[in-house]
């Protein structure tokens, strides 16, 4: 993406020789005379850097910044000022500005100037979009695990991640749908560009299509400046649209646009934005159903399925339960400074049983709320308050309460039920097993011998019916 910048002087020499030094740097260059235009073209346009003399008539350097940063706190400002002007230029950067460069300035230097205030406002924006990000969804150090299903579609993604081909993840809410675009966003070759999430589902059509989209000024209720969209912002790297079942017929037409030609509008605008973005999409819904119902276009789907995923519910892959188990319990006794060491028998085996219908989102929950009522070190039945399902698993057995296992033998059950998985999943393949597993041959074997698993009968690792219980 070419970057914009938008020079203010009432002095059309200067603007001349600004935009000459600019262009020749690859930026593309806006000028305008006064402050009056530059709130104008601020309307129509999203610039990435503003350099505007301090000294201008009726609205002047430091009066256009405050204009600015009323509305926008990102677009970097470089005053240009006077010798005899300096202590004005140091209150602009007190109110926001980057930066200040002096007449007469030097070419080299402008140029250097203008690359950092470029690069600090994408810095800016970049840190706004992480701090606005929601945490608690956010799985992006989720363990995979070692089930079948997971290898088997892991296997798909170390394929097809490093490709344009747009990607469809399917799968039931709380899959973690989110945590496999971002992970096939990050193998990609485009893993140093942006990654833009939008939930299709929490916004209207009108601030859908805004986010999307971008919009002038006026282009809407409450569009008080110019809004640059994330399809632009985004460039050279990957968008991820969660649910996008949810959106309505007209905004699929204009997605469909920039997927097929590569070019956008902004709402209320008449300028088209060329970009280039891959496409990563999710839904919860059946695709098919939609489709007959007349609710999604078919040639969208086709665009955005170009490589269709799916992603297991959490109970067909309950032997990776102990690994998040133990993942989900550092973090949270981590976030709520708390100490938990063990975990009741009974809840373990609660937690793996569940028929986990909100799968690892409800988990993540019930974790969480289990380390904030925990009153020791330990994890017990009476911490799984309003998870019904849960505590009628729990307590099943005798009505007394079952002994507890430290997170140690959680994380061990866990290890020794990842590598039976591994062995049948490759037929006894040692090589393929430990890549599976994300370690050495050598520490493989170690494991393999420290846990006693190998079956000196038949020369191979044991079946997970040889599995010793930790009820």
């Known amino acids: 993406m070419t970057e914009k910048i938008l020079i203010v002087d009432d002095e059309p020499e200067i603007l001349q020789t600004l935009s000459r030094i600019l262009r020749r740097k690859g930026y593309e260059a806006y000028t305008a005379q006064c402050g009056e235009e530059a709130c104008k073209a601020m309307e129509e346009t999203v610039f990435d850097l503003v350099i505007s003399d301090l000294a201008m008539e009726n609205i002047n350097g430091l009066e256009l910044l405050k204009i600015i940063r009323s509305t926008d706190s990102t677009t970097p400002f470089i005053i240009i000022t006077g010798v005899g002007t300096i202590e004005t230029a140091v209150e602009a950067i007190k109110l926001g500005a980057f930066h200040y460069i002096t007449k007469p300035f030097n070419n080299h230097e402008l140029e250097i100037l203008a690359q950092r205030a470029i690069e600090y406002g994408k810095l800016n924006r970049k840190i706004i979009n992480i701090n606005?990000?929601?945490?608690?969804?956010?799985?992006?150090?989720?363990?995979?695990?070692?089930?079948?299903?997971?290898?088997?579609?892991?296997?798909?993604?170390?394929?097809?991640?490093?490709?344009?081909?747009?990607?469809?993840i399917m799968g039931e809410t709380g899959t973690g749908k989110s945590f496999l675009a971002e992970k096939i966003h990050g193998k990609s070759s485009r893993r140093d560009k942006p990654f833009m999430t939008i939930d299709c589902a929490a916004l209207t059509e009108t601030l859908l299509e805004s986010e999307l989209f971008g919009h002038v000024k006026g282009a809407f209720t409450g569009a008080i400046h110019a809004k640059r969209g994330l399809l632009e912002e985004a460039q050279g790297g990957t968008i991820f649209l969660d649910e996008i079942c949810e959106i309505s017929p007209s905004t699929q037409v204009k997605l469909l646009r920039a997927i097929q030609d590569g070019l956008i509008k902004p709402v209320g605008g008449n300028q088209t934005i060329k970009i280039d973005v891959r496409f990563i999409s999710a839904?919860?819904?059946?695709?098919?159903?939609?489709?007959?119902?007349?609710?999604?276009?078919?040639?969208?789907?086709?665009?955005?399925?170009?490589?269709?995923?799916?992603?297991?519910?959490?109970?067909?892959?309950?032997?990776?339960?102990?690994?998040?188990?133990?993942?989900?319990?550092?973090?949270?006794?981590?976030?709520?400074?708390?100490?938990?060491?063990?975990?009741?028998?009974?809840?373990?085996?609660?937690?793996?049983?569940?028929?986990?219908?909100?799968?690892?989102?409800?988990?993540?929950?019930?974790?969480?709320?289990?380390?904030?009522?925990?009153?020791?070190?330990?994890?017990?039945?009476?911490?799984?308050?309003?998870?019904?399902?849960?505590?009628?698993?729990?307590?099943?057995?005798?009505?007394?309460?079952?002994?507890?296992?430290?997170?140690?033998?959680?994380?061990?059950?866990?290890?020794?039920?990842?590598?039976?998985?591994?062995?049948?999943?490759?037929?006894?393949?040692?090589?393929?097993?430990?890549?599976?597993?994300?370690?050495?041959?050598?520490?493989?074997?170690?494991?393999?011998?420290?846990?006693?698993?190998?079956?000196?009968?038949?020369?191979?690792?044991?079946?997970?019916?040889?599995?010793?219980?930790?009820?």
Request: net charge neutral; glycine share 4%; with cysteine.
């Open 132 to 168: 606005s990000s929601d945490e608690g969804e956010n799985l992006t150090r989720m363990i995979v695990g070692a089930s079948r299903s997971m290898h088997e579609l892991m296997k798909h993604v170390e394929k097809i991640s490093d490709s344009m081909a747009s990607v469809l």
């Open 283 to 471: 839904s919860s819904r059946d695709f098919q159903k939609e489709i007959s119902g007349g609710e999604f276009r078919e040639e969208l789907y086709y665009r955005l399925s170009v490589v269709p995923l799916t992603l297991p519910p959490l109970r067909e892959r309950r032997e990776d339960i102990p690994l998040l188990i133990d993942y989900f319990l550092n973090k949270f006794c981590k976030q709520y400074k708390k100490k938990i060491s063990r975990i009741n028998a009974d809840v373990l085996e609660s937690l793996i049983n569940a028929p986990w219908k909100g799968n690892i989102r409800e988990l993540a929950n019930i974790l969480e709320r289990s380390v904030l009522l925990s009153e020791n070190e330990i994890i017990t039945p009476d911490c799984l308050m309003n998870s019904e399902a849960l505590q009628r698993i729990s307590l099943m057995k005798t009505g007394e309460r079952g002994s507890a296992v430290s997170l140690k033998q959680v994380v061990e059950e866990a290890e020794k039920r990842a590598i039976v998985q591994a062995f049948k999943t490759t037929r006894n393949n040692r090589s393929e097993a430990a890549r599976i597993l994300g370690i050495s041959r050598r520490a493989l074997y170690d494991k393999i011998a420290a846990y006693d698993l190998y079956d000196l009968d038949q020369g191979s690792v044991v079946t997970d019916k040889k599995l010793h219980s930790l009820n």
